[in-house]
Each structure stands twice: as C-alpha cells, then as structure tokens.
Nanobody
Framework: QVQLVESGGGLVQPGGSLRLSCAAS????????MNWYRQAPGKQRELVAG???????NYVDSVKGRFTIARDITANAVYLQMKNLQPEDTADYYC???????????WGQGTQVTVSS
C-alpha cells in the first residue's frame, strides 16, 4: 500500500509560480509511474503531467512549456513546478502512483491551487 501526501498548493497571482510536492511512502517508489492530475470545479479530473519509471515525462498540451514534472528516487518524491500560472489552472491537484500493469493505483488527498488577482 502506497501513501501519497501532496503539499505546496496555495493562492497565487496570474503569472506566478508554485511548486507542488508529493511524498510517497509504504511501497517501492521505483515500481510506479507517477502522475499529477487536476480537477477544477464542475469539471472532470484530467491528467496534467506524468513521469515514467524510467524518467520520461509527458504533459497535457495546455501546460507544456509552463509545468515541469520531476521525480527524486532518493527522496521518494515527485514534484510539479508550475510557472506562468493562469486562472484556468485553478483546481485541486492530485498525485497518483500507478503500476506498469495498471492494477495498482494510489491517490493522494489533493492540494488546492488558486490563481487569482
């Protein structure tokens, strides 16, 4: 059983930056692809960024060039650096760990990001 704890959310003005962190425990971090999802009020949860076990990153088009995902194997953590934040980035952000087979899927409790002037 993997436990995921997100942190780093908050209120930021448009154009600002935030760094989300996700600390993993209770399992072998190296066996999981790590993802950041977000869910805005009234919308479906969407995959924002993911990083594979091998370190390959992918992003939804709307955040390319602004967000960077990274994983730290020694710290059992994954990060989402967010720059040039816009109001449409406002959402609850969730960390996800998913095994290669897809049979094991774990979620954090979420951290809120609000972009507003």
């Amino acid at each position: 059983q993997v436990q995921l704890v997100e942190s780093g959310g908050g209120l930021v003005q448009p154009g600002g930056s935030l760094r989300l962190s996700c600390a993993a425990s209770g399992g072998n971090f190296n066996l999981y692809h790590m993802n950041w999802y977000r869910q805005a009020p009234g919308k479906q949860r969407e995959l924002v960024a993911g990083i594979s076990i091998g370190g390959r990153a992918n992003y939804v088009d709307s955040v390319k060039g602004r967000f960077t995902i990274a994983r730290d194997i020694t710290a059992n953590a994954v990060y989402l650096q967010m720059k040039n934040l816009q109001p449409e980035d406002t959402a609850d952000y969730y960390c996800n760990a998913r095994s290669s087979s897809g049979t094991r899927d774990y979620w954090g409790q979420g951290t809120q990001v609000t972009v507003s002037s």
